[in-house]
């Protein structure tokens, strides 16, 4: 029988988050995928894991995959790990998991720790919808088109950011969502957990004084759905309702059916806008 990957989350700061199926799959899988062995051998020494290891990181990730999968194929249990959380989420994990797939090796995933998830509740920002960047693009163009879009996003943004690139990240920040709340995390798990709930210019004055200390994740407001609508509408409002009206009947849209959305585009009732192509025939 061919053999099973395990996708094995590990502490991100505090060794007591480890599960016992983890520590289970880990002592029995035949081999262990570790982003960097220097430093998973102190957690498996430390839960007395004796299980041989191999290095699978984003420098070897592609031709290390065919390598794994070859060897699940000829029946081997490969267990993966990253330095901390859970592999594949911004993560060279998710290279190897879809080669996987392709060649019809099972996949399967022993939930636990993740950063974002962490930071995202601890973060007093709403919940219910988010979504996750995971590092801003090194390439500045790249970056700006990222940033871009990220202004238009009504759901909680989720970012990791290097201490040494903190403050040119909320810079930029800044330059293009504006002035949101945020929630800087530091050290979760840890003794020293640090949550810093401010504004991005608030931020922005402490780590101009203060040099900032370990990986960050910032959890960032979304743009209001209440503001969004505004900009939308006032959007409209510059357009004659003549050129609205054309704007949906282009795309098919029965008269009826594009007077009822020119009315909810411009938050005004359906009969106005009727009177208003009335008035314009006569």
Not at 17 to 27: A, C, F, N, W
Not at 123 to 134: D, I, K, M, V, W
Not at 187 to 207: C, D, H, N, Q, W
């Amino acid at each position: 029988m061919a053999g099973v990957l395990y996708l094995c989350a590990t502490p991100i700061g505090n060794l007591g988050d480890m599960t016992p199926r983890v520590q289970e799959i880990l002592s029995q899988a035949d081999l262990i995928a570790a982003e960097d062995t220097r430093n998973s051998i102190r957690l498996l020494n430390h839960f007395s894991i004796r299980t041989p290891m191999t290095s699978y990181h984003e420098y070897n990730k592609v031709e290390k995959a065919k390598e794994l999968i070859i060897k699940m194929k000829e029946g081997m249990n490969i267990a993966l790990i990253t330095d901390a959380g859970t592999p594949a989420i911004s993560d060279p994990g998710e290279v190897l998991v879809r080669m996987c797939h392709q060649e019809g090796v099972r996949v399967t995933s022993l939930p636990g720790p993740a950063a974002l998830i962490v930071a995202l509740t601890l973060s007093g920002l709403a919940t219910r919808r988010f979504c996750f960047e995971g590092f801003l693009p090194s390439d500045k163009k790249e970056k700006r088109l990222v940033l871009e879009e990220l202004k238009e996003e009504s759901r909680t943004i989720i970012l990791y950011e290097a201490p040494h690139h903190l403050t040119r990240t909320l810079e930029e920040l800044e330059q293009v969502l504006g002035d949101r709340k945020i929630t800087l995390c530091r050290e979760l798990t840890k003794k020293f957990e640090t949550v810093f709930p401010t504004t991005i210019r608030g931020a922005l004055t402490f780590y101009r004084e203060e040099e900032p200390r370990g990986e960050y994740v910032l959890v960032v407001e979304g743009k209001s759905l209440q503001e969004k609508r505004k900009e939308e509408q006032a959007s409209w409002e510059e357009m004659s309702i003549e050129d609205h009206m054309e704007f949906y009947e282009k795309q098919g849209m029965e008269h009826k059916e594009a007077m009822k959305q020119v009315a909810r585009d411009r938050g005004v009732g359906k009969r106005e806008i009727y009177q208003y192509l009335i008035s314009r025939i006569d």
